[in-house]
T-cell receptor, first 112, second 115 residues
Framework: GESVGLHLPTLSVQEGDNSIINCAYS??????FIWYKQESGKGPQFIID?????DKRQGQRVTVLLNKTVKHLSLQIAATQPGDSAVYFC???????????FGKGTMLLVSP | DSGVTQTPKHLITATGQRVTLRCSPR?????VYWYQQSLDQGLQFLIQ???????AKGNILERFSAQQFPDLHSELNLSSLELGDSALYFC??????????????FGEGSWLTVV
C-alpha cells in the first residue's frame, strides 16, 4: 500500500506490550477530540472519541486521556497486537460543524 | 467498510489536466467533507457540504472546486493540475446534524498522481 508519511514519529513495540501514543493540540477552544487509525492504503478509521468535559474514556483495549491544562491527548492500547500496526491520528473540533483538524500522525509498529 | 464510496481509486494524469473525483456518502448522511493527504502535509481539510450547500471551507485552492448534488453525492474537481497536487483525496461523511455527533467516516480515498 501507499505510504502516508515518510517522516512520521514512530513507536515500535512488541506484541503484548501496552502502547501509548501522544498528541499535543493547539486550540484551547477545541471541545471534541477523536483518534483515528489508518492502515496502509486505507482511509482513516474511527477508534474512540472524548469530549472536553471528560478526562478519560475507555473502549475495547483502548483508553483516551485528555489533559486540557497542557492541551495533551493520549491513546493507550492494551496488549498491542500486530494488527494494530498503523498510523494513528488525533483530531480536534472547535466549531460544532465537524470540521476536524488532524495532527501529523504517529506510526505504530508492532513486532510479533 | 465505512459505507462511504469513492471513485476512482487510482488516477494518473498529466500536468495541466483536469480531473473529477466522486464520492457517495453513507446512507442517510447529509454532510460530505473532502480532505487531501500528502506526504508532507498530512490530512488537510478542503471543503464541507451539507445537503447541497457549502458549509465550511478549508485550505482549498482556487483551482479546486466541489459540489454536492440533490442525491447527496459529491464531486471534487481539480483543474490545471500541478505535480504538487499528487496526493490521496479522501471523502468523509456524517449526518451533519447537531445531535449526530462530530465523528466523520472516511472512504478509502482516491490516489491521484500527476506526472
Amino acid at each position: 500500500g501507499e505510504s502516508v508519511g515518510l517522516h512520521l514519529p514512530t513507536l515500535s513495540v512488541q506484541e503484548g506490550d501496552n502502547s501509548i501514543i501522544n498528541c499535543a493540540y493547539s486550540n484551547s477552544a477545541s471541545d471534541y477530540f477523536i483518534w483515528y487509525k489508518q492502515e496502509s492504503g486505507k482511509g482513516p478509521q474511527f477508534i474512540i472519541d472524548i469530549r472536553s468535559n471528560m478526562d478519560k474514556r475507555q473502549g475495547q483495549r483502548v483508553t483516551v486521556l485528555l489533559n486540557k491544562t497542557v492541551k495533551h491527548l493520549s491513546l493507550q492500547i492494551a496488549a498491542t497486537q500486530p494488527g494494530d500496526s498503523a498510523v494513528y491520528f488525533c483530531a480536534e473540533n472547535d466549531n460544532g460543524y465537524s470540521t476536524l483538524t488532524f495532527g501529523k500522525g504517529t506510526m505504530l509498529l508492532v513486532s510479533p | 467498510d465505512s459505507g462511504v464510496t469513492q471513485t476512482p481509486k487510482h488516477l494518473i494524469t498529466a500536468t495541466g489536466q483536469r480531473v473529477t473525483l466522486r464520492c457517495s456518502p453513507r446512507s442517510g448522511d447529509l454532510s460530505v467533507y473532502w480532505y487531501q493527504q500528502s506526504l508532507d502535509q498530512g490530512l488537510q481539510f478542503l471543503i464541507q457540504y451539507y445537503n447541497g450547500e457549502e458549509r465550511a471551507k478549508g485550505n482549498i485552492l482556487e483551482r479546486f472546486s466541489a459540489q454536492q448534488f440533490p442525491d447527496l453525492h459529491s464531486e471534487l474537481n481539480l483543474s490545471s493540475l500541478e505535480l504538487g497536487d499528487s496526493a490521496l483525496y479522501f471523502c468523509a461523511s456524517n449526518p451533519g446534524t447537531a445531535d449526530s455527533g462530530n465523528t466523520i467516516y472516511f472512504g478509502e480515498g482516491s490516489w491521484l498522481t500527476v506526472v
